[in-house]
Nanobody
Framework: QVQLVESGGGLVQAGNSLRLSCATS????????VGWFRQAPGKQREFVAA????????YYADSMKGRFTISRDNAKNTVYLQMTSLKPEDTAVYYC?????????????????WGQGTQVTVSS
Protein backbone atom coordinates (compact mmCIF):
# COMPACT_ATOMS: atom_id res chain seq x y z
CA GLN A 1 0.00 0.00 0.00
CA VAL A 2 1.06 3.56 -0.72
CA GLN A 3 -0.58 6.49 0.98
CA LEU A 4 -0.52 9.87 -0.72
CA VAL A 5 -1.44 13.22 0.80
CA GLU A 6 -1.65 16.39 -1.28
CA SER A 7 -1.16 19.86 0.11
CA GLY A 8 -0.48 23.39 -1.05
CA GLY A 9 -3.75 24.21 -2.74
CA GLY A 10 -5.59 27.44 -2.18
CA LEU A 11 -7.05 30.56 -3.72
CA VAL A 12 -4.78 32.64 -5.93
CA GLN A 13 -5.21 35.38 -8.48
CA ALA A 14 -4.61 34.74 -12.15
CA GLY A 15 -0.96 35.07 -13.09
CA ASN A 16 0.31 33.94 -9.72
CA SER A 17 1.98 30.69 -8.72
CA LEU A 18 1.38 27.77 -6.38
CA ARG A 19 3.41 24.75 -5.43
CA LEU A 20 1.59 21.56 -4.64
CA SER A 21 3.17 18.78 -2.63
CA CYS A 22 2.37 15.08 -2.58
CA ALA A 23 3.75 13.34 0.47
CA THR A 24 3.84 9.57 0.36
CA SER A 25 4.26 6.77 2.85
CA UNK A 26 4.10 3.02 2.78
CA UNK A 27 6.02 1.07 0.20
CA UNK A 28 9.32 2.16 -1.31
CA UNK A 29 8.63 5.51 -2.91
CA UNK A 30 11.25 5.11 -5.60
CA UNK A 31 9.44 2.03 -6.92
CA UNK A 32 6.63 4.22 -8.22
CA UNK A 33 6.15 6.78 -10.90
CA VAL A 34 3.91 9.62 -9.76
CA GLY A 35 1.42 11.65 -11.68
CA TRP A 36 -0.72 14.70 -11.08
CA PHE A 37 -4.28 14.87 -12.36
CA ARG A 38 -7.00 17.44 -11.93
CA GLN A 39 -10.76 17.47 -12.03
CA ALA A 40 -12.92 20.52 -12.48
CA PRO A 41 -16.62 20.51 -11.59
CA GLY A 42 -18.65 18.65 -14.18
CA LYS A 43 -15.56 17.49 -16.06
CA GLN A 44 -13.58 14.30 -16.28
CA ARG A 45 -10.34 13.87 -14.42
CA GLU A 46 -7.50 14.90 -16.70
CA PHE A 47 -3.80 14.25 -16.80
CA VAL A 48 -1.51 17.12 -15.79
CA ALA A 49 2.03 15.80 -15.41
CA ALA A 50 4.00 12.74 -14.39
CA UNK A 51 7.49 11.82 -13.31
CA UNK A 52 9.38 8.56 -13.49
CA UNK A 53 10.62 6.57 -10.55
CA UNK A 54 14.07 8.10 -10.50
CA UNK A 55 12.90 11.53 -11.60
CA UNK A 56 14.85 11.48 -14.84
CA UNK A 57 11.82 11.52 -17.10
CA UNK A 58 8.86 13.84 -17.02
CA TYR A 59 5.78 14.24 -19.15
CA TYR A 60 3.23 17.04 -19.36
CA ALA A 61 -0.14 17.63 -20.86
CA ASP A 62 0.20 20.08 -23.73
CA SER A 63 -1.73 22.86 -22.00
CA MET A 64 0.62 22.71 -18.98
CA LYS A 65 3.95 22.68 -20.82
CA GLY A 66 6.04 25.69 -19.92
CA ARG A 67 3.82 26.64 -16.98
CA PHE A 68 3.95 23.59 -14.71
CA THR A 69 6.99 21.70 -13.46
CA ILE A 70 6.92 18.33 -11.74
CA SER A 71 9.78 17.18 -9.56
CA ARG A 72 10.43 14.64 -6.85
CA ASP A 73 12.65 14.26 -3.82
CA ASN A 74 13.00 10.56 -3.10
CA ALA A 75 14.80 11.29 0.15
CA LYS A 76 11.68 13.09 1.37
CA ASN A 77 9.20 10.75 -0.34
CA THR A 78 7.57 13.79 -1.89
CA VAL A 79 6.58 14.93 -5.36
CA TYR A 80 6.00 18.57 -6.20
CA LEU A 81 4.02 20.40 -8.83
CA GLN A 82 5.14 23.97 -9.36
CA MET A 83 2.43 25.89 -11.15
CA THR A 84 3.07 29.32 -12.63
CA SER A 85 1.07 31.79 -14.70
CA LEU A 86 -2.10 30.31 -13.33
CA LYS A 87 -5.34 30.86 -15.20
CA PRO A 88 -8.96 30.64 -14.05
CA GLU A 89 -9.33 27.50 -16.15
CA ASP A 90 -6.72 25.82 -13.94
CA THR A 91 -9.29 25.80 -11.16
CA ALA A 92 -9.84 22.19 -10.11
CA VAL A 93 -9.16 19.61 -7.47
CA TYR A 94 -5.64 18.34 -8.00
CA TYR A 95 -4.79 14.73 -7.24
CA CYS A 96 -1.51 12.90 -7.11
CA UNK A 97 -1.30 9.21 -7.86
CA UNK A 98 1.32 6.46 -7.84
CA UNK A 99 1.91 3.87 -10.52
CA UNK A 100 4.05 0.75 -10.44
CA UNK A 101 4.36 0.70 -14.22
CA UNK A 102 7.79 1.23 -15.74
CA UNK A 103 6.67 3.67 -18.43
CA UNK A 104 5.18 7.00 -17.35
CA UNK A 105 1.42 6.56 -17.63
CA UNK A 106 -1.00 9.33 -18.50
CA UNK A 107 -4.25 7.43 -18.01
CA UNK A 108 -6.03 7.21 -14.69
CA UNK A 109 -6.46 3.43 -14.94
CA UNK A 110 -2.69 2.98 -14.94
CA UNK A 111 -2.34 4.37 -11.42
CA UNK A 112 -2.61 2.12 -8.40
CA UNK A 113 -2.98 4.59 -5.53
CA TRP A 114 -4.56 8.01 -5.23
CA GLY A 115 -4.58 10.86 -2.78
CA GLN A 116 -7.68 12.72 -1.63
CA GLY A 117 -6.95 15.85 -3.63
CA THR A 118 -6.33 19.51 -2.90
CA GLN A 119 -8.45 22.37 -4.20
CA VAL A 120 -6.87 25.02 -6.40
CA THR A 121 -8.97 28.06 -7.22
CA VAL A 122 -7.71 30.76 -9.56
CA SER A 123 -9.62 34.03 -9.58
CA SER A 124 -9.65 36.39 -12.54
Amino acid sequence: QVQLVESGGGLVQAGNSLRLSCATSGRTFSDYGVGWFRQAPGKQREFVAAISRGGGNTYYADSMKGRFTISRDNAKNTVYLQMTSLKPEDTAVYYCAASSRVAIPTKTYAYDYWGQGTQVTVSS
